[in-house]
């Protein structure tokens, strides 16, 4: 699986690039490269392995300080005093010098590391032995935590790089072969067992294959596909065998666009991380300048000045003001939210987009494929008495299986078999109007209804009165009738646009499909604004009068025309399972099972992270703040000190995961 692995290292190259970048963190990381980190017992090994420093430092600090308070011995003084704690320090110790060393030599001076060696190797200075060994020792468990944390929040994303199997079998004069699905050739045909993930996207040969798709949708319960769907990389095959021909090349499937995303997601930064990164940047040089200032300046001003007793309050002050509460929590934060979000089918492709949907105050949404099914049926056919109805339905069913629109496939479903005896001749597409033939000498035309103005022909029908879609018919130059054609409302369509409407969020909706077709929807849904025969360009100016109020506006569409106006929306929200890949590819955010209740779910996802990462942000700032003051006062040691920067991080960071328990 050497593909996964690399994909994982550069995901967890990225974290590190957050904020989480410790010498612990990474050795945190380190068994997780391989197939071990399924297997528990290993992972127990790895988390024992990432503590032993901490728990040898531990040990060795407890028995020395039992040595000083309580079990006093003459032997454990002087020089024996002193290298019993350098070497309680050096396991914890020697990891974050040898950080600090690398950072400076790459210019990065100011860094959370030079600041605890600062601390720690002052506090040895002024014989303070105990609590140097004491603070290092919680930073490195604070550190490990923090490890253990990133790891959990990647465990989702994880799980969908372990969904793209590595090899396919692949058949060959019926004979299955085993080869790397990066090999697989586009319409070779796979041979999937039941119970074998699919590895690359392809089209359903066999008749029925019942499939698990939750790596994809997040959704558990089974799909059944039929001979001739679409079925798609990461999917599981259910109880029998399937055979699949290979649409897809390996890198194009849609598995593989879902972990670019996410691989990618994290260099998008939201603004409070963006923040946080140039305020660390200021914040610690002036951190170091003012503990410097605490150490000397009372010299000049207070009359009994002692040199160990203020600087062991700068050392205080320099440990309180590590920023890495702030470094650590701030990024995992949002990165909690992707990872919660990705668990429940929803993509966000930067944590920016986590920001920007929680204030959306509007959601703009087109009706075929987003709010209803994409599939559509024929309801009602009209055929007038002077023509034989079996005879114009079989001649219509012929002329449409030269499109491939949605309608052609709901009228061939409808008719059944395609009749090869009837000839065809100067077959014609009319752009926006229908399709035109010549059959047995006679002209067929179907359509809409402005289709039968343009050539003249009389209608009895008053279109505007018909709730469904229409296709007119005529035949030899008469109206011979018209069929009815409607798409269903998505199940859970009402419940998204109620709970949009609970969030006090705006919803509009807008279609290419005719006024009245749209107005209907609308009005089962219970959305006051709707607009229908929309051509991709009206879409883009509706959207435009929106923003024109200064107001923010997501847009949730699937088709290849809906790409302009997601790209001109605040947040643009694509349909990933039914969804054009242009659509997809333009999109921030990508709601991998189609369903309309996932998108009042992703703005719940953005506010719920974005409070989570104010209230950390506020609680370090508050602690800090407080025990600094104590520090610079001579109010606080170092014990205050290391609840100040190791306990708020830990907090902030429990705080951080949060999200991942969350119910949507």
């Given at each position: 699986?050497?593909?996964?692995?690399?994909?994982?290292?550069?995901?967890?190259?990225?974290?590190?690039?957050?904020?989480?970048?410790?010498?612990?963190?990474?050795?945190?990381?380190?068994?997780?490269?391989?197939?071990?980190?399924?297997?528990?017992?290993?992972?127990?090994?790895?988390?024992?392995?990432?503590?032993?420093?901490?728990?040898?430092?531990?040990?060795?600090?407890?028995?020395?300080?039992?040595?000083?308070?309580?079990?006093?011995?003459?032997?454990?003084?002087?020089?024996?005093?002193?290298?019993?704690?350098?070497?309680?320090?050096?396991?914890?110790?020697?990891?974050?010098?040898?950080?600090?060393?690398?950072?400076?030599?790459?210019?990065?001076?100011?860094?959370?590391?030079?600041?605890?060696?600062?601390?720690?190797?002052?506090?040895?200075?002024?014989?303070?032995?105990?609590?140097?060994?004491?603070?290092?020792?919680?930073?490195?468990?604070?550190?490990?935590?923090?490890?253990?944390?990133?790891?959990?929040?990647?465990?989702?994303?994880?799980?969908?790089?372990?969904?793209?199997?590595?090899?396919?079998?692949?058949?060959?004069?019926?004979?299955?072969?085993?080869?790397?699905?990066?090999?697989?050739?586009?319409?070779?045909?796979?041979?999937?067992?039941?119970?074998?993930?699919?590895?690359?996207?392809?089209?359903?040969?066999?008749?029925?294959?019942?499939?698990?798709?939750?790596?994809?949708?997040?959704?558990?319960?089974?799909?059944?596909?039929?001979?001739?769907?679409?079925?798609?990389?990461?999917?599981?095959?259910?109880?029998?065998?399937?055979?699949?021909?290979?649409?897809?090349?390996?890198?194009?499937?849609?598995?593989?666009?879902?972990?670019?995303?996410?691989?990618?997601?994290?260099?998008?930064?939201?603004?409070?991380?963006?923040?946080?990164?140039?305020?660390?940047?200021?914040?610690?040089?002036?951190?170091?300048?003012?503990?410097?200032?605490?150490?000397?300046?009372?010299?000049?001003?207070?009359?009994?000045?002692?040199?160990?007793?203020?600087?062991?309050?700068?050392?205080?002050?320099?440990?309180?003001?590590?920023?890495?509460?702030?470094?650590?929590?701030?990024?995992?934060?949002?990165?909690?939210?992707?990872?919660?979000?990705?668990?429940?089918?929803?993509?966000?492709?930067?944590?920016?987009?986590?920001?920007?949907?929680?204030?959306?105050?509007?959601?703009?949404?087109?009706?075929?494929?987003?709010?209803?099914?994409?599939?559509?049926?024929?309801?009602?056919?009209?055929?007038?008495?002077?023509?034989?109805?079996?005879?114009?339905?079989?001649?219509?069913?012929?002329?449409?299986?030269?499109?491939?629109?949605?309608?052609?496939?709901?009228?061939?479903?409808?008719?059944?078999?395609?009749?090869?005896?009837?000839?065809?001749?100067?077959?014609?597409?009319?752009?926006?109007?229908?399709?035109?033939?010549?059959?047995?000498?006679?002209?067929?035309?179907?359509?809409?209804?402005?289709?039968?103005?343009?050539?003249?022909?009389?209608?009895?029908?008053?279109?505007?009165?018909?709730?469904?879609?229409?296709?007119?018919?005529?035949?030899?130059?008469?109206?011979?009738?018209?069929?009815?054609?409607?798409?269903?409302?998505?199940?859970?369509?009402?419940?998204?646009?109620?709970?949009?409407?609970?969030?006090?969020?705006?919803?509009?909706?807008?279609?290419?499909?005719?006024?009245?077709?749209?107005?209907?929807?609308?009005?089962?849904?219970?959305?006051?604004?709707?607009?229908?025969?929309?051509?991709?360009?009206?879409?883009?100016?509706?959207?435009?009068?929106?923003?024109?109020?200064?107001?923010?506006?997501?847009?949730?569409?699937?088709?290849?025309?809906?790409?302009?106006?997601?790209?001109?929306?605040?947040?643009?929200?694509?349909?990933?399972?039914?969804?054009?890949?242009?659509?997809?590819?333009?999109?921030?955010?990508?709601?991998?099972?189609?369903?309309?209740?996932?998108?009042?779910?992703?703005?719940?996802?953005?506010?719920?992270?974005?409070?989570?990462?104010?209230?950390?942000?506020?609680?370090?700032?508050?602690?800090?703040?407080?025990?600094?003051?104590?520090g610079a006062g001579g109010l606080a040691t170092m014990w205050e000190a290391v609840f100040a920067d190791v306990g708020v991080a830990l907090l902030a960071i429990l705080n951080a995961v949060r999200i991942q328990k969350m119910k949507f």
């Amino acid at each position: 699986m050497e593909h996964i692995h690399k994909e994982e290292k550069v995901i967890k190259k990225k974290i590190n690039q957050s904020g989480c970048c410790s010498a612990h963190e990474e050795q945190s990381h380190s068994d997780d490269d391989g197939h071990d980190h399924d297997h528990s017992h290993n992972a127990d090994d790895s988390i024992f392995k990432m503590f032993l420093p901490a728990i040898i430092s531990f040990v060795l600090l407890l028995i020395g300080i039992g040595f000083d308070n309580y079990f006093t011995q003459t032997w454990f003084s002087g020089y024996v005093r002193i290298v019993w704690y350098v070497v309680a320090y050096l396991p914890v110790g020697f990891p974050v010098l040898k950080e600090a060393y690398e950072s400076i030599m790459k210019g990065d001076v100011f860094s959370e590391f030079f600041l605890m060696c600062i601390a720690t190797i002052g506090a040895f200075a002024i014989a303070q032995y105990p609590e140097g060994v004491a603070v290092m020792l919680f930073y490195t468990i604070g550190e490990n935590f923090q490890g253990l944390a990133v790891s959990r929040a990647k465990s989702n994303i994880k799980s969908l790089l372990d969904q793209r199997p590595d090899e396919v079998s692949i058949l060959e004069n019926n004979v299955a072969t085993i080869i790397k699905a990066s090999d697989a050739r586009i319409g070779s045909i796979i041979q999937l067992k039941a119970g074998e993930k699919l590895g690359l996207d392809g089209e359903l040969l066999s008749d029925t294959a019942s499939f698990n798709t939750a790596a994809l949708t997040g959704e558990s319960k089974p799909d059944t596909k039929v001979k001739g769907e679409i079925v798609l990389a990461g999917m599981i095959n259910g109880s029998t065998i399937a055979q699949v021909k290979i649409t897809t090349a390996y890198n194009d499937s849609k598995l593989s666009k879902i972990l670019e995303m996410v691989q990618n997601a994290t260099t998008k930064k939201a603004p409070a991380e963006l923040f946080i990164r140039k305020f660390a940047k200021i914040y610690t040089p002036i951190v170091v300048y003012l503990a410097i200032a605490i150490c000397l300046l009372p010299m000049l001003f207070v009359d009994n000045y002692v040199f160990s007793q203020w600087l062991y309050r700068a050392l205080v002050f320099l440990v309180i003001s590590c920023p890495c509460a702030l470094v650590i929590s701030i990024p995992l934060g949002y990165f909690g939210g992707i990872g919660a979000a990705s668990k429940n089918g929803i993509l966000f492709k930067g944590s920016n987009f986590l920001d920007s949907i929680s204030t959306i105050q509007n959601v703009v949404m087109d009706k075929t494929g987003t709010m209803t099914e994409g599939v559509f049926k024929v309801q009602e056919v009209i055929i007038r008495e002077d023509f034989d109805k079996a005879e114009i339905l079989k001649l219509v069913n012929v002329l449409e299986s030269q499109s491939t629109h949605p309608v052609a496939t709901a009228i061939h479903n409808h008719v059944g078999k395609i009749d090869a005896s009837v000839e065809l001749k100067n077959v014609e597409e009319i752009s926006g109007h229908g399709l035109k033939a010549e059959i047995n000498g006679k002209e067929l035309y179907v359509g809409n209804f402005k289709l039968m103005d343009k050539f003249n022909i009389k209608y009895d029908v008053d279109p505007n009165a018909v709730v469904y879609t229409t296709i007119a018919i005529a035949y030899d130059k008469k109206f011979a009738g018209y069929l009815t054609i409607a798409d269903e409302i998505k199940e859970d369509a009402q419940e998204a646009v109620t709970k949009l409407k609970a969030l006090g969020v705006k919803v509009t909706m807008l279609s290419g499909d005719k006024t009245n077709v749209v107005q209907f929807v609308a009005d089962k849904l219970g959305i006051t604004n709707a607009f229908g025969d929309l051509l991709p360009e009206d879409k883009v100016n509706k959207l435009n009068e929106i923003k024109a109020k200064n107001e923010t506006v997501a847009f949730v569409g699937d088709g290849v025309n809906d790409a302009p106006v997601i790209a001109l929306s605040t947040v643009g929200i694509a349909m990933g399972g039914l969804g054009s890949d242009a659509t997809i590819e333009t999109a921030d955010i990508v709601i991998q099972d189609d369903k309309p209740s996932k998108i009042p779910m992703a703005i719940n996802i953005g506010k719920q992270t974005k409070k989570i990462v104010w209230q950390n942000i506020t609680l370090a700032f508050v602690v800090k703040a407080f025990v600094l003051i104590l520090g610079a006062g001579g109010l606080a040691t170092m014990w205050e000190a290391v609840f100040a920067d190791v306990g708020v991080a830990l907090l902030a960071i429990l705080n951080a995961v949060r999200i991942q328990k969350m119910k949507f």
